[in-house]
């Protein structure tokens, strides 16, 4: 297997990959989704142990299957009881678990727990959400977008909705491969003020074009259209103020028209779900033939054990 880097390393957020990994990491997504069976020892002797703070469908099953798909062990242990570094310091948990497995997947909190851990231990750490970022996801919408449109070059994609994480990871992973992404927010929902000085330098660097504004009309002549949840988990606080400030944000029909304005198909529609079914999106468009939200969730896995052959692997 060429060498791209990645052995050995954390995954904590995409803004950590060159566009040369990342381009490294969609080919072998391919091959591995053609035919896992060529990769099918690709983690023999391996083992990954996945923490999760915060409930998960796709991401559990994506990688606790992938893992068993590459000749793998998966061990899945739920931290919903109580958040790292309460019943012992993140320190001593690393420095435990460095001791029995190979990587480390962990849906967490907060960010900083996971750059906590990945100090701490000596094994490679994948961020599987946490409040900041999804690089996981990034990884697979990316992937999606490619294998729909057959190129990224020329792509246009549109966030719109909240300035999340799901937002963060989308927005490096697009300007650091030179795609221009138009994110649009309700006022005080934006992305972080640091990750969009980050992923303006991304821009400048690969000739993607960012934009990041209040204006829905900002929603035309884009190739894919993406929104994730109003109120993300951790924030069911919010979850009345929030509905309303999104409210005008919402994706429809009317919106999906707008965006494919000047294309020559459709506006695809992308979700990282779970969907609050007629709230950030309407079922018309959510089971529209223009969503591709199934095939992200399926590429959620082949775009992870791409990175678990290249983090971890011994074969090919
Ligand atoms: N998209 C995603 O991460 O889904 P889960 O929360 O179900 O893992
Ligand atoms: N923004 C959502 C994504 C879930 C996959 C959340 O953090 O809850």
């Given at each position: 297997?060429?060498?791209?880097?990645?052995?050995?390393?954390?995954?904590?957020?995409?803004?950590?990959?060159?566009?040369?990994?990342?381009?490294?990491?969609?080919?072998?997504?391919?091959?591995?989704?053609?035919?896992?069976?060529?990769?099918?020892?690709?983690?023999?002797?391996?083992?990954?142990?996945?923490?999760?703070?915060?409930?998960?469908?796709?991401?559990?099953?994506?990688?606790?299957?992938?893992?068993?798909?590459?000749?793998?062990?998966?061990?899945?242990?739920?931290?919903?009881?109580?958040?790292?570094?309460?019943?012992?310091?993140?320190?001593?948990?690393?420095?435990?678990?460095?001791?029995?497995?190979?990587?480390?997947?962990?849906?967490?909190?907060?960010?900083?727990?996971?750059?906590?851990?990945?100090?701490?231990?000596?094994?490679?750490?994948?961020?599987?959400?946490?409040?900041?970022?999804?690089?996981?996801?990034?990884?697979?919408?990316?992937?999606?977008?490619?294998?729909?449109?057959?190129?990224?070059?020329?792509?246009?994609?549109?966030?719109?909705?909240?300035?999340?994480?799901?937002?963060?990871?989308?927005?490096?992973?697009?300007?650091?491969?030179?795609?221009?992404?138009?994110?649009?927010?309700?006022?005080?929902?934006?992305?972080?003020?640091?990750?969009?000085?980050?992923?303006?330098?991304?821009?400048?660097?690969?000739?993607?074009?960012?934009?990041?504004?209040?204006?829905?009309?900002?929603?035309?002549?884009?190739?894919?259209?993406?929104?994730?949840?109003?109120?993300?988990?951790?924030?069911?606080?919010?979850?009345?103020?929030?509905?309303?400030?999104?409210?005008?944000?919402?994706?429809?029909?009317?919106?999906?028209?707008?965006?494919?304005?000047?294309?020559?198909?459709?506006?695809?529609?992308?979700?990282?779900?779970?969907?609050?079914?007629?709230?950030?999106?309407?079922?018309?468009?959510?089971?529209?033939?223009?969503?591709?939200?199934?095939?992200?969730?399926?590429?959620?896995m082949h775009a992870q054990n791409a990175l678990l052959v290249q983090v971890l692997g011994g074969q090919k």
């Open positions: 297997m060429a060498n791209t880097g990645l052995r050995g390393s954390d995954l904590l957020t995409i803004a950590s990959l060159s566009a040369d990994q990342i381009r490294s990491l969609l080919d072998l997504a391919a091959k591995v989704k053609a035919d896992v069976g060529a990769y099918s020892k690709a983690l023999a002797g391996k083992t990954g142990i996945m923490i999760f703070e915060k409930p998960s469908l796709r991401t559990k099953v994506t990688f606790e299957v992938g893992i068993q798909k590459l000749g793998g062990i998966a061990v899945y242990m739920d931290q919903s009881g109580a958040k790292l570094g309460e019943r012992e310091s993140i320190r001593d948990y690393g420095k435990n678990l460095e001791r029995w497995v190979d990587c480390i997947i962990a849906r967490v909190y907060s960010q900083k727990s996971l750059e906590e851990l990945a100090e701490h231990a000596e094994k490679p750490v994948i961020n599987a959400l946490s409040d900041r970022f999804h690089p996981c996801q990034a990884l697979a919408d990316i992937f999606t977008v490619q294998e729909r449109l057959g190129t990224l070059k020329g792509a246009r994609l549109a966030f719109i909705g909240d300035g999340n994480n799901v937002c963060n990871s989308l927005m490096h992973a697009a300007t650091l491969l030179g795609v221009d992404m138009t994110v649009i927010t309700p006022k005080g929902y934006g992305p972080a003020d640091d990750v969009v000085e980050e992923c303006s330098r991304f821009a400048t660097a690969s000739g993607a074009k960012l934009t990041v504004t209040n204006d829905i009309q900002a929603i035309a002549g884009h190739h894919a259209v993406y929104t994730d949840v109003w109120v993300s988990m951790g924030q069911a606080d919010q979850a009345g103020k929030r509905r309303k400030a999104f409210q005008a944000y919402q994706v429809n029909q009317n919106l999906m028209g707008m965006a494919s304005r000047g294309l020559k198909a459709p506006a695809m529609f992308m979700h990282c779900l779970p969907a609050q079914r007629g709230v950030e999106v309407t079922d018309e468009v959510i089971d529209s033939p223009s969503s591709v939200v199934y095939e992200q969730a399926e590429n959620r």
